[in-house]
């Protein structure tokens, strides 16, 4: 039946159809750049024509004469730059009118005049439009889309889109716009997309959102917003959408993102944001994913996350100054799936700050200045498959810290200066029976001075540990000993002697260097004392000396610092050990005192022989010539 009539119809349309156009049912599309005017002989009924890629520049007062039953017309990528004011009251029915992609620098401010009751959209984007005047607009009561994107417009009148109340749409985009008259969008009730991205805004004035109550998607990105008036979103209670990144701002008023309820997509990124609000976003379920990068944060607040509780992906990286994150920031993202804290300047990590994400499948880490990591950091993470650990400050890890995460698949190591001592025989360990996770094995190196200074983690086996031996093993610092009985600043210090002199050899297969246990103790923020810290005389009072109740050890460290200055002694069933420190200075200097008091006392020796030799010599001479005489 249909093909009767098509077979029927066509005849008729093929017949008067232009060379170069396509026409069917009332739609003709013509393509060519040599197509410098629009066809005199058109199918007697046109509703579409469209031009695409051609080489006209010029639409007439005579040009659309014949189409006056036409709908829509398009004449795009062209080279159109001038059109006449009375063109279209040829085309009373036009509903829609694109000439987006050519060479337009003004249009005539009545050539939209005849077409007030029909007109629904007008797409001028890509040309090079300076000015809209007011009168160009006026009265399309009808008109629901107005693309301007990528024109060179620097400013709006305030009341050129008056009585646009129909208006569902307008592309602003990508031109250069400074600023905007306070209440240019005061009339655009029906407003639902506003893009202003991609100009030269630097404010937001407090009411120019004001009633746009209807408005889905608000993109400001690429901006110069150095400042948000307080509340300026408040009324947008439909919001979507919203784009902020790539803007000036240092800051965002508090609660600037409440009463949005519907928001899912918010973007903040590239800004110099140097703090954040403690009370920042309102209730926003819906967001699944939030981007936060390329700021000056060096720390966000505590709950800034708390009202986004839907959120899927968490990307926060890439704040090159972001040091410190609060210990409840993650808290209540039950749904969390992927977190990405890399490239920032973390250094710790509070040991629960992972604890409240049951569902956390990717955690990225790399990149950071981690130091160490609480045996309780990984704990809840009972979906993890993913870890990345790259490119850190680890020396050592708890050899427990995996021990929940039996999901885990994927973990990556590299990158870090890893000290094979005594502490990583943990992890040392557990590498050893999950070789298949640790996906970057054969460069995760071992990184001291020692004589294997290549080995793989993972190739540390049982017998490389023997002097940690399970009966030595539990007199390491740490491990449950009271603080007061074994100072392992002092242990650090005494270490950092052995570790910071390049010149003293090194004949053992242990430096007992040691990552700083207590760093975790210390609340974030706080600066912690550096392993390498060496001993100065002001910040320790204390005697350098350390109690260790194991014969065992006392070997082993006595060989160890050998020939460091370091003197040991049995007392009370305990070893006590002396160190001297070892910055180069001091110990020269001592040294130079030592020498000097010996040498003094020799001299004293010799001083007092030669004496008693002398004396001894007069002695006899006097006996003697007493004797003679
Ligand atoms: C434009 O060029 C094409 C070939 O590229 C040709 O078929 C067509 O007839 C030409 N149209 C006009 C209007 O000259
Ligand atoms: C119109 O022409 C441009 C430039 O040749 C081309 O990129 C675009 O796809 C064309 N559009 C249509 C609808 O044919
Ligand atoms: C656009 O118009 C200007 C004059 O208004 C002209 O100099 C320029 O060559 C035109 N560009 C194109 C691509 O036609
Ligand atoms: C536009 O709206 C204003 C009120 O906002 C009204 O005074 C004016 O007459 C309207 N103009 C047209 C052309 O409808
Ligand atoms: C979370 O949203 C609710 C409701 O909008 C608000 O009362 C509360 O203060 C918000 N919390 C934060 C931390 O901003
Ligand atoms: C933000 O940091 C960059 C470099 O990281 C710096 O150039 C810029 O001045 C900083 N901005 C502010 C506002 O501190
Ligand atoms: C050890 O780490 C330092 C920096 O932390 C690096 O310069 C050095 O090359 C590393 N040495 C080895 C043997 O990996």
Same mark, same amino acid.
């Given at each position: 039946?249909?093909?009767?009539?098509?077979?029927?119809?066509?005849?008729?349309?093929?017949?008067?159809?232009?060379?170069?156009?396509?026409?069917?049912?009332?739609?003709?599309?013509?393509?060519?750049?040599?197509?410098?005017?629009?066809?005199?002989?058109?199918?007697?009924?046109?509703?579409?024509?469209?031009?695409?890629?051609?080489?006209?520049?010029?639409?007439?007062?005579?040009?659309?004469?014949?189409?006056?039953?036409?709908?829509?017309?398009?004449?795009?990528?062209?080279?159109?730059?001038?059109?006449?004011?009375?063109?279209?009251?040829?085309?009373?029915?036009?509903?829609?009118?694109?000439?987006?992609?050519?060479?337009?620098?003004?249009?005539?401010?009545?050539?939209?005049?005849?077409?007030?009751?029909?007109?629904?959209?007008?797409?001028?984007?890509?040309?090079?439009?300076?000015?809209?005047?007011?009168?160009?607009?006026?009265?399309?009561?009808?008109?629901?889309?107005?693309?301007?994107?990528?024109?060179?417009?620097?400013?709006?009148?305030?009341?050129?889109?008056?009585?646009?109340?129909?208006?569902?749409?307008?592309?602003?985009?990508?031109?250069?716009?400074?600023?905007?008259?306070?209440?240019?969008?005061?009339?655009?009730?029906?407003?639902?997309?506003?893009?202003?991205?991609?100009?030269?805004?630097?404010?937001?004035?407090?009411?120019?959102?004001?009633?746009?109550?209807?408005?889905?998607?608000?993109?400001?990105?690429?901006?110069?917003?150095?400042?948000?008036?307080?509340?300026?979103?408040?009324?947008?209670?439909?919001?979507?959408?919203?784009?902020?990144?790539?803007?000036?701002?240092?800051?965002?008023?508090?609660?600037?993102?409440?009463?949005?309820?519907?928001?899912?997509?918010?973007?903040?990124?590239?800004?110099?944001?140097?703090?954040?609000?403690?009370?920042?976003?309102?209730?926003?379920?819906?967001?699944?994913?939030?981007?936060?990068?390329?700021?000056?944060?060096?720390?966000?607040?505590?709950?800034?996350?708390?009202?986004?509780?839907?959120?899927?992906?968490?990307?926060?990286?890439?704040?090159?100054?972001?040091?410190?994150?609060?210990?409840?920031?993650?808290?209540? =993202? @039950?749904? *969390?799936?992927? !977190?990405? /804290? $890399?490239?920032?300047? +973390? &250094?710790? %990590?509070?040991?629960? #700050?992972?604890?409240? =994400? @049951?569902? *956390?499948?990717? !955690?990225? /880490? $790399?990149?950071?200045? +981690? &130091?160490? %990591?609480?045996?309780? #950091?990984?704990?809840? =993470?009972?979906?993890?498959?993913?870890?990345? /650990? $790259?490119?850190?400050? +680890?020396?050592? %890890?708890?050899?427990? #810290?995996?021990?929940?995460?039996?999901?885990?698949?994927?973990?990556? /190591?590299?990158?870090?200066?890893?000290?094979?001592?005594?502490?990583?025989?943990?992890?040392?360990?557990?590498?050893?029976?999950?070789?298949?996770?640790?996906?970057?094995?054969?460069?995760?190196?071992?990184?001291?001075?020692?004589?294997?200074?290549?080995?793989?983690?993972?190739?540390?086996?049982?017998?490389?540990?023997?002097?940690?031996?399970?009966?030595?093993?539990?007199?390491?610092?740490?491990?449950?000993?009271?603080?007061?009985?074994?100072?392992?600043?002092?242990?650090?210090?005494?270490?950092?002697?052995?570790?910071?002199?390049?010149?003293?050899?090194?004949?053992?297969?242990?430096?007992?260097?040691?990552?700083?246990?207590?760093?975790?103790?210390?609340?974030?923020?706080?600066?912690?004392?550096?392993?390498?810290?060496?001993?100065?005389?002001?910040?320790?009072?204390?005697?350098?000396?350390?109690?260790?109740?194991?014969?065992?050890?006392?070997?082993?460290?006595?060989?160890?610092?050998?020939?460091?200055?370091?003197?040991?002694?049995?007392?009370?069933?305990?070893?006590?050990?002396?160190?001297?420190?070892?910055?180069?200075?001091?110990?020269?200097?001592?040294?130079?005192?030592?020498?000097?008091?010996?040498?003094?006392?020799?001299?004293?020796?010799?001083?007092?022989?030669?004496?008693?030799?002398?004396?001894?010599?007069?002695?006899?001479?006097?006996?003697?010539?007493?004797?003679?005489?």
């Amino acid at each position: 039946m249909l093909g009767i009539l098509v077979l029927l119809v066509w005849p008729h349309l093929a017949h008067s159809c232009p060379v170069s156009c396509q026409c069917h049912s009332g739609d003709v599309q013509c393509f060519g750049l040599n197509i410098t005017a629009i066809p005199k002989q058109m199918p007697s009924q046109t509703f579409t024509l469209l031009l695409n890629d051609t080489n006209i520049n010029i639409i007439n007062v005579q040009t659309l004469r014949n189409l006056d039953l036409m709908t829509r017309f398009g004449l795009t990528h062209s080279r159109l730059h001038t059109i006449h004011p009375l063109a279209f009251y040829a085309t009373p029915l036009l509903m829609s009118v694109k000439l987006s992609s050519n060479n337009l620098s003004t249009i005539p401010v009545e050539v939209f005049g005849p077409l007030q009751a029909c007109l629904k959209q007008i797409f001028l984007h890509e040309n090079q439009l300076e000015l809209i005047s007011a009168e160009m607009l006026t009265g399309l009561t009808k008109l629901e889309l107005l693309d301007l994107n990528s024109n060179r417009i620097s400013r709006l009148d305030a009341g050129v889109f008056h009585n646009l109340s129909s208006l569902i749409f307008l592309n602003l985009g990508s031109n250069a716009l400074r600023e905007l008259p306070p209440a240019i969008f005061h009339s655009l009730y029906s407003l639902r997309h506003l893009l202003l991205y991609n100009n030269q805004l630097k404010v937001l004035e407090a009411d120019i959102f004001s009633h746009l109550a209807e408005l889905v998607e608000l993109k400001i990105h690429n901006n110069r917003i150095a400042r948000l008036a307080p509340k300026v979103f408040w009324s947008l209670g439909n919001l979507v959408i919203l784009t902020l990144s790539s803007n000036q701002l240092q800051g965002v008023p508090e609660k600037s993102f409440y009463h949005m309820p519907k928001l899912s997509y918010l973007t903040l990124y590239k800004n110099p944001l140097l703090s954040l609000p403690v009370q920042l976003m309102g209730h926003t379920p819906f967001i699944q994913e939030f981007y936060l990068q390329y700021t000056n944060l060096t720390t966000v607040p505590g709950n800034l996350f708390s009202n986004m509780t839907g959120l899927l992906r968490l990307n926060l990286h890439l704040n090159f100054q972001l040091r410190e994150l609060p210990a409840e920031l993650f808290k209540d =993202l @039950p749904k *969390l799936e992927e !977190l990405s /804290l $890399n490239l920032n300047d +973390l &250094r710790i %990590l509070h040991p629960y #700050i992972f604890s409240g =994400l @049951p569902l *956390l499948s990717l !955690l990225d /880490l $790399n990149d950071n200045n +981690l &130091r160490t %990591l609480p045996d309780t #950091i990984f704990q809840n =993470l009972k979906a993890v498959s993913t870890i990345y /650990l $790259n490119n850190n400050d +680890l020396k050592t %890890l708890p050899g427990e #810290i995996f021990r929940s995460n039996s999901m885990l698949r994927e973990l990556f /190591l590299k990158d870090n200066p890893w000290h094979c001592d005594c502490q990583i025989q943990g992890i040392a360990n557990w590498l050893q029976t999950n070789k298949q996770v640790l996906l970057d094995g054969e460069h995760v190196m071992c990184n001291s001075t020692l004589d294997q200074p290549l080995r793989t983690l993972w190739s540390l086996s049982e017998k490389d540990f023997y002097v940690c031996n399970p009966t030595t093993v539990g007199y390491f610092p740490t491990q449950r000993k009271s603080p007061t009985e074994i100072s392992t600043t002092s242990l650090r210090q005494s270490t950092a002697a052995t570790t910071n002199q390049p010149s003293t050899p090194q004949p053992t297969t242990f430096s007992l260097a040691r990552s700083n246990p207590t760093s975790m103790a210390v609340p974030p923020g706080t600066t912690t004392t550096s392993t390498t810290t060496t001993m100065t005389p002001s910040t320790s009072p204390a005697p350098p000396s350390i109690r260790i109740q194991s014969p065992p050890f006392y070997d082993i460290l006595a060989v160890e610092q050998w020939p460091e200055f370091v003197h040991h002694n049995h007392h009370q069933g305990g070893v006590f050990v002396w160190t001297l420190p070892s910055n180069a200075a001091q110990a020269g200097f001592l040294m130079t005192c030592h020498i000097l008091l010996v040498t003094t006392g020799a001299l004293l020796i010799y001083a007092a022989m030669w004496g008693m030799y002398r004396l001894n010599k007069a002695m006899r001479e006097l006996w003697v010539e007493s004797k003679d005489g």
